[in-house]
T-cell receptor, first 110, second 111 residues
Framework: DADVTQTPRNRITKTGKRIMLECSQT?????MYWYRQDPGLGLQLIYY???????NKGEISDGYSVSRQAQAKFSLSLESAIPNQTALYFC?????????FGPGTRLTVL | GENVEQHPSTLSVQEGDSAVIKCTYS??????FPWYKQELGKGPQLIID?????GEKKDQRIAVTLNKTAKHFSLHITETQPEDSAVYFC??????????FGAGTRLFVKA
């Protein structure tokens, strides 16, 4: 079984809709991250969490929110989706420096 | 702000040849340099990493070198195989949450 799972894997939605992307991990790591990947660009950090009570904004947090329901679960929400949020979204976990990524969610906002 | 530049953006080699991808970082406090391989439809996977107190590290056909003075680090893949075809990302980290990724190199290995 995969150590980091993301659901859904693909999602098409319309402008203005609320969307939630979910991430679960079985690695037992305290640190979890949400990244966005656009074509030709590297990964940009949206939010990160060092434990259930510690959530922090990354470099591109505007338009996004997160929830850390448990050590193993970290969800990303788009309260009102807009077309320029169309991208690949990755969840990751880490113990110290090393990050382990999920398979990604491809989100399309029409 | 801090950034990581990665070159080339696309690299095409013949099977059996070597491939080299280079990165430059700006934050002199960076002390950890991972490389990730991303295959189509999958998330990035860590393939090798190096810490700032080490100049070179090798793992079978892949090796990474680090020049702290010049703020350069490179990935070397020898005896390339078609399954090496993927997008490769370098990154630089100062520890904690802050990891800056390069824009990626798309490697094609022609059989």
């Amino acid at each position: 079984d995969a150590d980091v799972t993301q659901t859904p894997r693909n999602r098409i939605t319309k402008t203005g809709k609320r969307i939630m992307l979910e991430c679960s991990q079985t690695k037992g790591h305290d640190r979890m991250y949400w990244y966005r990947q656009d074509p030709g660009l590297g990964l940009q950090l949206i939010y990160y969490s060092f434990d259930v009570k510690d959530i922090n904004k990354g470099e591109i947090s505007d338009g996004y929110s997160v929830s850390r329901q448990a050590q193993a679960k970290f969800s990303l929400s788009l309260e009102s989706a807009i077309p320029n949020q169309t991208a690949l979204y990755f969840c990751a976990t880490s113990d110290d420096h090393r990050q382990f990524f999920g398979p990604g969610t491809r989100l399309t906002v029409l | 702000g801090e950034n990581v530049e990665q070159h080339p953006s696309t690299l095409s080699v013949q099977e059996g040849d070597s491939a080299v991808i280079k990165c430059t970082y700006s934050d002199s406090a960076s002390n950890y340099f991972p490389w990730y391989k991303q295959e189509l439809g999958k998330g990035p996977q860590l393939i090798i990493d190096i810490r700032s107190n080490v100049g070179e590290k090798k793992d079978q056909r892949i090796a990474v070198t680090l020049n702290k003075t010049a703020k350069h680090f490179s990935l070397h893949i020898t005896e390339t195989q078609p399954e090496d075809s993927a997008v490769y990302f370098c990154a630089a980290s100062t520890g904690g949450f802050k990891t800056i990724f390069g824009a990626g190199t798309r490697l094609f290995v022609k059989a």
